[in-house]
């Protein structure tokens, strides 16, 4: 599992054995039951990918609770909302594979790392159950593992963002769509957006 650099600075730090007892027992190459469980329950991740030429992008993921799906042991699988259009994460997946989850309960001060393939599908019959997704990415997984919860600061959740797509009613519109700045460069699918940049919604952003 560990490479030239990492033994490196394991043999530095005299934690080589203690690497290998936990690649021994806590990393394994499924995702375990209580790991499951722990991962349909949340509503936000941390999703790290890298470009064909080795630069690295990490983004934040949010959703409805349960809105990354674990298919099975071996396969997790998410929707991508509409963004900004530039596509950092998905298209890295096209360009490179591999990626790095990363969930954490910050109530509970607990935290899970799944690594893996990735891929795309913009007709994953998924699509149907995420409304507004744009493309299905599914993972699988090469390894999890559990993380020391020392550092993880303890936060609580106030209310869940306004802006993940539901079923039951209509998204807002995000501010920055209504911005000057982007008005004449928006999709034809935003183009009446352009210039309202009076809209109430971007005043308070801004503030």
Sequence with gaps: MFHDKQ???QDIFDTRKLSDRFQETIIQPVINPEDQAYIADKNMFFLATVDDQGQANCSYKGGPRGFVKVIDEKTLAFPLYDGNGMYMSAGNVLANPNIGMLFIDFEQQTRVRVNGLATIDMNDPLMAEYPEAQMIVRVAVRETFP???????????????SYVPKSECKTPVAPWKSLALVADVLPARDAHLAGTDDNPAVAVNRA
């Design 147 to 161: 993380n020391c919860q020392r550092y993880i600061h303890k936060m609580q959740l106030v209310e869940e963002s």
């Design 7 to 9: 033994r490196q600075l």
